[in-house]
């Protein structure tokens, strides 16, 4: 199992330390660095402003929303990336979730797996350059119909026509479809505990699978986990409550949560209706306090370097080929330490 690295959410501005953090990951040789992407700081930018210092760790996004770009958009960025870095970057895509698509980008947010299809496909087409673009629609038909417009070809070659594409995904559906058209999944909020369904579900979109793409045995699964460093697993686990308690709470709309029912399949229903009450109530220290320890342990790693070592080896036994480590910038040098052997 490689080891990446998650350079946050931005708050007021740059997470402290993130750049140092890039470049350490590089001198480090960790696989990846991931910046996200949500409705403030965009995830191609500081990709490509930190990774312009590094030589050899992969860029890539974690997550960039397919509302907030058309596939071609994305697709001119992707193979433009690609080629500034020397064929290092991994398109991260996902559909996020109705609060940001329709209350940030002013789009409906119906039909989330048909219109990835529609999205990943248009991407392929463009990065392959065998001929001028069309898509029947109906979330984004090319050329527009009735219009002026006719359909183009890219006219930079793409260095790497099958440059990897991974699906962010927490649902049994969404899983098996980024087993079925993508090259990688980027869940959030994975527990070893459910590795067994997980590969269920990644098998089913493995059936359908195209022999176009990479084969099912190259298939990546990157989970972005949290990390804390602390003198024992209390103090490191409760830096990462708040942290929980905000995906649980604060993330998505009151019917709809994504996060919060990737946790609910773990069997955490009175403690997510404990923190969710405490944090729409304004209580954000109530709601961090009402996340158990034994939920942050089976999505996270938290304690001392020995605690983190021991921690790991559970995930090591899992479908995850590159646990992305999602932890303070300055604390990356002794996190990763800890999770190498």
Same mark, same amino acid.
């Given at each position: ?9 931005? /708050? ?19 696989? /990846? ?43 001119? %960025? ?32 119906? =039909?989330?797996?048909?219109? *990835? ?51 962010? %995904?927490?649902?049994? =559906?969404?899983? %098996? ?24 579900? !990644? ?11 990479? /084969? ?18 209390? /103090? ?29 399949? !773990?069997?955490? *229903? ?9 944090? !729409? ?11 158990? *320890? ?26 995850? *080929? ?20």
């Amino acid at each position: 199992m490689k080891l990446g690295f998650h350079t946050g959410y931005w /708050s007021a501005g740059p997470p402290p330390g993130a750049a140092a953090a890039v470049a350490a990951a590089d001198e480090l040789g960790l696989d /990846s660095v991931w910046p996200a992407e949500a409705y403030g700081s965009d995830a191609l930018t500081p990709l490509a402003w930190w990774g312009a210092t590094t030589s050899r760790v992969r860029l890539g996004t974690g997550i960039m929303q397919m509302s907030a770009r058309t596939p071609t958009a994305t697709a001119m %960025a992707a193979l433009t990336l690609d080629h500034l870095s020397g064929g290092r970057f991994v398109l991260g895509l996902g559909a996020s979730g109705p609060q940001v698509v329709e209350g940030w980008y002013g789009q409906p947010y119906a =039909k989330p797996l048909a219109r *990835t299809r529609e999205y990943v496909s248009i991407v392929r087409d463009v990065l392959r350059r065998e001929a001028p673009v069309t898509a029947p629609g109906p979330a984004y038909p090319l050329p527009l119909a009735g219009g002026e417009g006719k359909p183009l070809r890219s006219t930079v070659h793409p260095l790497r026509a099958d440059l990897p594409i991974h699906l962010a %995904a927490q649902g049994p =559906k969404n899983t %098996a479809l980024a087993a079925e058209i993508a090259d990688g999944w980027l869940p959030a909020f994975f527990s070893p505990r459910l590795d067994g369904a997980a590969r269920e579900h !990644l098998d089913a979109g493995f059936g359908r699978r195209s022999g176009s793409l990479r /084969s099912a045995a190259e298939f990546e699964v990157c989970a972005s986990v949290p990390v804390a460093v602390g003198a024992d697993v209390e /103090s490191a686990a409760a830096l990462l409550k708040p942290h929980l308690a905000l995906y649980i709470g604060g993330m998505g709309s009151a019917s709809t949560n994504f996060h919060r029912e990737a946790i609910l399949r !773990l069997g955490y *229903t009175e403690a997510c209706e404990a923190v969710t009450a405490r944090y !729409l109530a304004g209580d954000k220290a109530g709601a961090a306090a009402a996340v158990p *320890t034994e939920l942050v342990l089976d999505v996270a790693l938290a304690g001392s370097p020995s605690d983190l070592a021991s921690q790991v080896r559970t995930w090591e036994a899992t479908c995850v *080929t590159t646990l992305i480590v999602q932890t303070d910038p300055r604390a990356l040098p002794a996190v990763a330490a800890a999770l190498t052997p």
